[in-house]
Each structure stands twice: as structure tokens, then as C-alpha cells.
């Protein structure tokens, strides 16, 4: 089952994608008691847009071995976390715009959790049951911004850096996923997130100790080697293993 939030003929509706046909929902996809409306439209004359609008994005950083290597960064004890804005996400197709502040802008592929329900001081083997679902993410970054300041909130943070989607995807095998990048058809990124150093269900807990995770709120589990720099005019792709393409353009 696939479900996406998508605009049609100047509305925002909910849906599960079935083949090349959504059936539109009765509500979003992440409260109790939607239903199927009875109408169904085609996949092909919708716009996709970022499947949910979560109060917050919760961004892991340094969570593959080898991406540590190439930043030539070292492993931390803990997780490192940050925070994008919501003002930083964007849906399929969308552009990601290249600001003037930075002169190395980079991709990052990732595999993003969404949450499904609100969760506070859970444990590792209760942060499944919490889970949504999944799509694909690519944590844009200005590379040299990063590196200027020393923290990453600016780096990070720049409207258009979140692109999400297509589509969620539940019930995914989350410790073994293919993901990769590719730039402008070629692959710059190709990992298994079973390299990941801190698994999904540690990252939830570990991040519910600190901040309560709402329904909706992402969770980015973090990048695999590869990053490198887009310039205008080029086609970024995230591509991980049951969930599909994530693609944008950079202006």
C-alpha cells in the first residue's frame, strides 16, 4: 500500500495509490477513521506534494561508517541530531532552489520515517508500533556553509532543503533497503541501510527521550557515502528499495 497527499483540480486530497488509479480518502491517511471516498482518479493527472506537514523534522547526522570517513568526521557515543524547518519542505518534482549564500550545495539520500502516533520516552522495542510509515528524503546541504559555521542549522535549514516523498510506504523491512542517489542519471550514492550505526528503532527511542514525536513528524535517518555537489540545472534522484523515485531539480 502506497499513501500520498496530492493536489487535483485546485483541491489538497489523501489517497492510496493502487496500480495506476488513487482511491481518494475522506481525510488524511494519519487520523483514525478515514475511508475511502469512492472516487477514484488517475496517478497520472495529479501533482504529488510532500506527503504529510509535520510539526517537525528530526534529522540524524553521521549515521553511516563510511559517510563519517569521507566528512572525515568521528563516530559519537550518541546520536547526532538536528532540526530542518517545515519552511524546508518540499514534494516531488518540486525545485530546490540553490541559495546565494553558498557555492557548494550537496545532496544526501536518505530513508525517512513517519511517525503515526505521538510518542514520549518509549523504548527500542515499543518504537515500531510508532511508526507510520516510510519514503524517501534527501537532506540538502550547503556544504561549505557546514563547514563555515560549525553547526548546521544554516546549512540545513534553507527553504527548499527537505524534499520528501513520492508516496508513504508501511510495513517496509527498514533494517534492509537498498538506497541510492543518482545525479542526473548517474549513481553517486548506493548503500543498504543495514549500515546504518544506530537502527531505526534506537533513533526513535533515543529521540522521544529528548522531544515528543507527533503523528506526522519525520525522522531522517541519515546519509550513506557519496554526497557530492549539484549546480543549477541538474536532476537529483533518491531511489530506496519499496518505496520508489524521489525526484528534483536544482534552479
Known sequence: MRYLRFSYEGKILFGQVEGESINVLDRSYLEDGCQKTGQIISLAGVRLLAPVQPSKIVCIGLNYAKHIVELGHTRHDDPVIFLKP????????????????????????????????????????????????????????????????????????????????????????????NIRSLLNGEVRQSSNTRNLLSSVPELISYISQIMTLNPGDLIMTGTPEGVGPMKAGDVITVEIEGIGKLENKVS
Open 86 to 177: 517545515s519552511t524546508a519542505l518540499i514534494g516531488p518534482e518540486d525545485v530546490i532552489d540553490y541559495p546565494d549564500m553558498s557555492q557548494q550545495v550537496e545532496y544526501e539520500a536518505e530513508l525517512v520515517v513517519v511517525m503515526g502516533k505521538t510518542a514520549k520516552n518509549i523504548s527500542v522495542d515499543q518504537a515500531p508500533d510508532y511508526i507510520f510509515g516510510y519514503t524517501c528524503g534527501n537532506d540538502v546541504t550547503a556544504r561549505d556553509l557546514q563547514k563555515k559555521d560549525g553547526q548546521w542549522t544554516r546549512c540545513k535549514g534553507f527553504d527548499t532543503f527537505c524534499p520528501i516523498g513520492p508516496w508513504i510506504v508501511p510495513e517496509l523491512d527498514y533494517n534492509n533497503l
